[in-house]
């Protein structure tokens, strides 16, 4: 089983509408502490939420300039490439399809999301192709319903190391340290005229042009 030894991959899906310090914060602690490639992964039409501000394009290229200068962290923009609504269980299968079964797959769930998870599509099988870390994110904790209990509790994982040691079906919850940033508060911040400066990357404020529809839009 050859893959078996690669490192885990994980992925951390969302909209990006901007990339912010917290997603990157995260996704590094976590990269860190799981030992694995974490993939940023932009949604292309979030099932759940209204449509992006800024386009499939500028949130890549924007991601783009986020990731410079380092290796841990990786962009995926398999569900870009993809036409229609972006279920991650299709994306866990497709990706699947391409590393095998025996490769250890992580998805990152904001402990907010994580609570939700039940109302995703076929939210059951995502256990059966990935584990689920739980990001700890100050303040945004839900409380979880039964029936996502009843699943998620026994497939308690104490450490990283079990998720390591098999390719998928465990839950985790992993501490992250505390960034209370969204994206939502720094559209607000650019649609008030506002620079959302050491919130979000350097490298975004330099080039006018990428946040010209957040300072645009109304909130
Ligand atoms: P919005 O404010 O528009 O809802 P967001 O900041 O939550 O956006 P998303 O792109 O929706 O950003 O988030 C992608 C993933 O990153 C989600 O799993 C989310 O819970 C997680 N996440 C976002 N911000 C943080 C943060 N500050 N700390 C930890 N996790 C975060």
């Known amino acids: 089983m050859p893959t078996a030894n690669k490192k885990p991959i994980a992925l951390l899906g969302g909209t990006f509408d901007p990339v912010h310090n917290g997603h990157l914060r995260v ?14 992964m932009p949604a292309h039409e979030p099932p759940h939420r209204p449509a992006p501000i800024a386009g499939a394009r500028a949130r890549v290229r924007m991601l ?16 870009l490439d993809r036409a229609g609504a972006s279920y991650t269980v299709d994306t866990l299968r497709g990706l699947r399809a391409e590393i095998g079964n025996d490769r250890a797959l992580i998805l990152l769930v904001g402990a907010d999301a994580f609570g ?18 739980m990001l700890t994110r100050p303040g945004r904790t839900e409380p979880w319903s039964s029936e996502l209990d009843a699943e998620a509790a026994p497939r308690r994982a104490d450490s990283p190391r079990e998720l390591r040691d098999s390719p998928h079906g465990k839950v985790l919850s992993l501490p ?3 960034l209370d940033i969204s994206a939502s508060a720094v559209r607000a ?25 957040y300072r645009n839009a109304k909130v």
């Open 189 to 213: 911040l650019l649609a008030a005229g506002r620079e959302p400066r050491w919130l979000i990357p350097g490298a975004l404020l330099a080039d006018p042009s990428l946040l010209a529809a």
């Open 176 to 178: 992250v340290t505390p």
């Open 27 to 40: 996704a590094w602690e976590a990269a860190e502490a799981l030992d694995a490639e974490v993939r940023l």
């Open 116 to 133: 939700g998870l039940p109302t995703w599509r076929e939210w059951h099988a995502l256990f059966d192709l990935a584990h689920i870390a």
């Open 64 to 79: 783009e300039l986020a990731l410079r200068g380092q290796s841990r962290l990786t962009l995926d923009t398999r569900e």
